[in-house]
């Protein structure tokens, strides 16, 4: 089956909340399940981002800021969102750089994002979720294969994996899962300027996949994890290998 007619077999008709919806994934992620039908709710910090995924759509969304370091604002997306059937958050707030020079601020909100946020997302969205829904959250090949000065990420993304096992079985049958992404040239590289193209493909010669991950395959991942009902409490691996590597 393609991921165009998994889209629609999971999604048509469906709503849809897409945390992070103004990121590069996030925007493909709304484009793909718009497309299959799907009734959208947009939220994320950056208004004017979610307005300009929103104008790359089919169909209308709704469109709502959203702060996952600030509980209200998480109150506030349950109450404007209302029934749902399935929610995504695509969050990530890096706080790289050697331990020794660490801000407590910057750790803070990489948790909100990763953790804190995906648990009050869970406390506030959860008893909206209809029968046979779900939360999909974003962990990271970090966690699996720790480098130097990514500590706060690698610790992130695993705590994440486990909390996700924790809600899967307390907001159960609600299901629970997340997606683990490697390297994946989302934008998140264009840093590095003339040496991106150097830097994807000495990890591409590395993973076991040989290649490094697209946008694309992040939106298969996730819609594999949203319309598999027999899948909870499980972190979907879609890294080319690159934990192994």
């Known amino acids: 089956m393609t991921s ?10 469906k709503r849809l909340v897409i945390v992070g919806a103004g990121s590069r994934i996030g925007r493909r992620l709304a484009q793909s399940a718009s497309a299959a039908g799907a009734d959208l709710v947009l939220a994320g910090p950056d208004r004017a981002k979610l307005d300009a995924t929103a104008a790359t759509l089919v169909g209308p969304a709704l469109v709502q800021r959203t702060d996952l370091t600030d509980e209200a604002s998480i109150a506030d997306l349950a109450a404007k969102t209302g029934s749902f059937d399935h929610l995504v958050s695509t969050a990530s707030m890096p706080a790289d750089g050697p331990v020794a020079e660490l801000d407590l601020a910057s750790i803070q909100k ?13 406390k506030h969205l959860a008893a909206w979720a209809n029968e046979g829904g779900s939360f ?4 990271g090949v970090a966690a699996w294969r720790p480098v130097p000065e990514r500590v706060v990420v690698a610790t992130t ?12 079985v307390e907001l159960a049958p609600l299901r629970v899962n997340a997606v683990s992404p490697g390297i994946v ?7 590095l300027g003339e040496g991106k193209q150097d830097f994807l493909r000495s990890v591409a010669e590395r993973n076991p ?3 490094t991950g697209t946008p694309d395959d992040l939106v298969r991942a996730v819609l594999y994890a949203v319309a598999a009902p027999f899948v ?4 979907l691996h879609a890294d080319g290998g690159g934990r192994l590597a």
């Open 4 to 13: 165009e007619a998994t889209a629609r077999e999971a999604l048509d008709g």
């Open 110 to 122: 990489a948790f909100a994002a990763k953790v804190f946020g995906p648990l009050l997302l869970a």
């Open 136 to 139: 999909t959250f974003f962990s």
């Open 157 to 168: 993304n695993g705590a994440l994996a486990f909390l996700v096992e924790a809600l899967a």
């Open 185 to 191: 040239d989302s934008g998140a590289w264009d840093g």
């Open 209 to 211: 996949a040989r290649r």
């Open 232 to 235: 909870t409490g499980t972190v």
